[in-house]
Each structure stands twice: as structure tokens, then as C-alpha cells.
């Protein structure tokens, strides 16, 4: 195996995971969303917001190939390569799970929110936990990008 074709499969599992789990993601709370509607229609703005939380992770995978499609030339070394795969495999598995773990807060909000319960506020702050290990990841690809 060619170290490029390392450093390509380590960007295909950064987006194919990241977006994976976004996909999951909106759809979890967009199920949650349309359950609740039933309940109480007039909110319709808050399951949205809250539904499309999730879709960031994706985008963080999308951003982490801008950031390290600089490296995916001809002859790239084998620790470029090695860095590369690293870090696409760790955002992409953290993308994955947080956005999955995200949406299954927000779809819970969304439920109470179709109860009647004012948690709107409450929820976008608790769904904000798990986004913070998407970030942390990007913020670990951006570190080894800067390294190699």
C-alpha cells in the first residue's frame, strides 16, 4: 500500500463518520420533531433549531478536509501520512458518537417542549456537551496538521 492511499482512507473515515453520524443525528431529533408536532404545532421554530444541532459534526469533517487536503500530494511521507489517517479516523469516530448523543438530547427536549413544558433554553445548553467533543476533536486535527 501506497502511504497516500493511508492518508485518503483516514480523510474518507473523517467525512464518511462525521457525516454518518449527522445523518443519524437529524434524523433522531427531525423524528422526535414531527411526533411532537402532533402535540403542540405552535413550536415549530424551536424543533428545527433543535433538529438541526446535530448537522454540525458533519460539517466539522468537511472543514478537517480543507484543512489537511495540503498534505495529500504524490509523495507524501509515510508519517504524513500516519497524521493524517490519525486524525481523520479521531474526528471522524468522536463526529459519529457526539452527533448520534446530541440529537438524542435534543430529540428529549423536543419531547418535552411538544408537553408543554418550557425546556427550550435548557436543552440547547445540554445539547451543547456533546458538541463540545466534535470541536475538541477538530481542535486535535487542527493541532496535528500544524505538527506535520
Known amino acids: 500500500m501506497e502511504p497516500i492511499v493511508l492518508a485518503y ?6 467525512i464518511g463518520l462525521s457525516g454518518t453520524g449527522s445523518a443519524y443525528g437529524v434524523t433522531i431529533a427531525g423524528n ?3 411526533g411532537a408536532l402532533k402535540k403542540n404545532s405552535s413550536a415549530t421554530g424551536s424543533y428545527i433549531a433543535l433538529s438541526a444541532l446535530p448537522s454540525s459534526q458533519g460539517l466539522y469533517g468537511f472543514v478537517g478536509y480543507f484543512l489537511l487536503s495540503g498534505f495529500l500530494v504524490a509523495d507524501i511521507s509515510w508519517f504524513v ?3 493524517v489517517f490519525g486524525a481523520g479516523l479521531g474526528l471522524g469516530i468522536v463526529g459519529l458518537f457526539s452527533a448520534i448523543r446530541q440529537a438524542q438530547v435534543c430529540a428529549n427536549g423536543i419531547a418535552a417542549i411538544g408537553s408543554g413544558h418550557n425546556v427550550f433554553g435548557t ?3 445540554l445539547a451543547v456537551f456533546p458538541e463540545l467533543y466534535a470541536i475538541l476533536g477538530l481542535l486535535v486535527l487542527i493541532l496535528i496538521s ?3
Do not use: N, V
Open 9 to 14: 482512507l483516514g480523510i474518507a473515515l473523517m
Open 123 to 125: 436543552t440547547m445548553i
Open 81 to 83: 501520512a500516519a497524521a
Open 146 to 148: 500544524t505538527a506535520i
Open 32 to 34: 422526535a420533531a414531527i
